[in-house]
């Protein structure tokens, strides 16, 4: 089946730093990958969805200039936090698939555990 | 706006029982559903996607989908204490776009 790479698993740095992590389609292109971010014991918050060779489309609430989204190829989306603080801190996720139309289900990537001291 | 709602549990079955999820959607327009299961501290794995009424089985997994009544079921048969986790139901409202909805997630306990 579809296999979405995420990497790294785990980030923990300091306050002020960005933090770049990658989601990668390893056997199929996706056209669009999905970022999700998720809280200690909350539900699933999708935050942006990534566009091959397009801008990102943020949901709302979520700051475009702090989460910046690059999906230069058809198998490679990167998410940027920028400036990090501790209420950054949380699981990010990234999925892809949907076979084009959304009629094929999404796989989600392993998710980076990211913690700003 | 389009939603998806599950009852969030905690939901505990006795091991070896049939464990029933629910989940109903908003937009009847609805074409593609999907559960998948998260564990604790994990990413979310794909358990099963059904497209039509009636029933899909896969092993132990059972969906259901009515379309008509605007909901999607799954049953876990011979519960296990693996599969204790959080089961997420996620809709596809339109057809054409990737983007899914999920719900909030129902917690399943299997108890030994």
């Known amino acids: 089946g579809a296999v979405v790479s995420q990497h790294p698993s785990r980030v923990i740095c300091k306050s002020g730093t960005s933090v770049k992590i990658e989601c990668r389609s390893l056997?199929?292109?996706?056209?669009?990958m999905f970022w999700y971010r998720q809280f200690p014991k909350q539900s699933l918050m999708l935050m942006a969805t990534s566009n091959e060779g397009s801008k990102a489309t943020y949901e709302q609430g979520v700051e475009k200039d702090k989460f910046l989204i690059n999906h230069a190829s058809l198998t490679l989306s990167t998410l940027t936090v920028t400036s990090a603080h501790p209420e950054d801190s949380s699981f990010y996720i990234c999925?892809?698939?949907?076979?084009?139309?959304?009629?094929?289900?999404?796989?989600f990537g392993d998710g980076t555990r990211l913690s700003i001291l | 706006q389009k939603e998806v709602e599950q009852n969030s549990g905690p939901l505990s079955v006795p091991e070896g029982a049939i464990a029933s999820l629910n989940c109903t959607y908003s937009?009847?327009?609805?074409?593609?559903f999907f559960w998948y299961r998260q564990y604790s501290g994990k990413s979310p794995e794909l358990i099963m996607s059904?497209?039509?009424?009636g029933d899909k089985e896969d092993g132990r997994f059972t969906a259901q989908l009515n379309k008509a009544s605007q909901y999607v079921s799954l049953l876990i048969r011979d519960s296990q204490p693996s599969d204790s986790a959080t089961y997420l139901c996620a809709v596809n409202p339109d057809f054409g776009n990737e983007k899914l909805t999920f719900g909030t997630g129902t917690r399943l306990t299997i108890i030994p």
């Open positions: 937009d009847r327009g609805s074409q593609s």
């Open positions: 059904i497209y039509s009424n």
């Open positions: 999925s892809a698939g949907g076979g084009g139309l959304g009629n094929q289900p999404q796989h």
């Open positions: 056997d199929f292109q996706a056209t669009t």
